[in-house]
């Protein structure tokens, strides 16, 4: 899988690609990550890229002829089509279901964006799918470009150590995750909030998933009961799990 970076600044990629469970999948090329430097595909002597917005206004525009170079470029070492991806405030949410998709896929080109945005042209005449990670304002795609990759590194055969992590995994699932607890069995003097709760340590293997699954339906209600929603509309929730999310809703 072949993932083409645009951005302005490079060099905030390696250290991410190069550290943790995902280096592997990174460093073997499994999840393979080239670089491009939009200053490097302009034609102007003073390597400019962006320009004040028509119309005026704060901050400044990336401007249609480096972006069209920086692609026609990454294209043509590609060989194969790819979706080209643009990360931007005004994209849509990336969710669990967004990283799977792109995982299943060959790669994709991503245009990290930065100022205050890009010329809308070049957005209409080539970008297939805008991305964003969320309500809160970053000063660049970067972040979210390497959230992305991290996103579908992680799900890359070998990358976690147990392949039950997979399914294990919050989101999949639907729900959040349980709390989880290790050594010691108890926090000197910290009395009942410091002791491991005791079905852990009864050996009961179907009472400690019964309680994993209460907690992660308790905290889900709690915090995000849209996902509750969603799970129950999908059929992802046992008459059990109806049974005592009701014990828990009155
Ligand atoms: C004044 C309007 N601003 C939008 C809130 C303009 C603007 C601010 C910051 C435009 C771009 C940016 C830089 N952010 C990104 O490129 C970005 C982003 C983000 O800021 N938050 C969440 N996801 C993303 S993806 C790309």
Redesign the pocket.
């Known amino acids: 899988m072949r993932f083409d970076v645009i951005t302005l600044f490079p060099n905030l990629f390696a250290p991410h690609l190069s550290e943790g469970v995902t280096r592997r999948a990174f460093e073997s090329g499994q999840v393979e990550v080239r670089l491009w430097n939009l200053r490097d595909h302009t034609d102007d002597p003073h390597r400019r890229v962006d320009d004040r917005p028509y119309g005026g206004g704060p ?1 400044m525009v990336l401007l249609v002829e480096p972006l069209e170079r920086a692609l026609a470029a990454v294209r043509a070492a590609r060989g194969e089509a790819a979706p080209l991806l643009h ?5 849509r949410r990336i969710d669990q279901a967004l990283v799977q998709e792109v995982a299943s896929g060959g790669g994709a080109i991503l245009l ?6 890009i010329d809308q042209r070049f957005l209409d005449r080539h970008v297939d799918v805008e ?11 970067e972040l ?1 470009a390497l959230a992305l990759l991290d996103a579908v590194a992680r799900l890359q055969d070998g990358v976690l150590g147990d392949s039950r992590s997979h399914a294990q995994d919050s989101f999949s699932q639907g729900l959040l995750d349980c709390p989880h607890y290790s050594r010691p069995e108890a926090l000197p003097g910290a009395g009942d909030a410091g002791t491991v709760p005791a079905v852990l340590m009864s050996g009961n293997h179907g009472q400690i998933a019964r309680w994993r699954r209460e907690r992660s339906l308790a905290l889900t209600l709690r915090r995000r009961p849209e996902l509750i929603a969603a799970a129950r509309a999908a059929g992802r929730l046992s008459p059990t799990d109806e049974s005592y999310l009701a014990t828990l809703e009155q």
Do not use: A, I
Request: glycine letters at 30%; proline letters at 8%.
């Open positions: 901050g990360f931007s405030p005004t994209g990290c964006g930065r100022y205050e945005g991305l964003s990670l969320g309500d809160f304002v970053l000063s660049g795609g979210p």
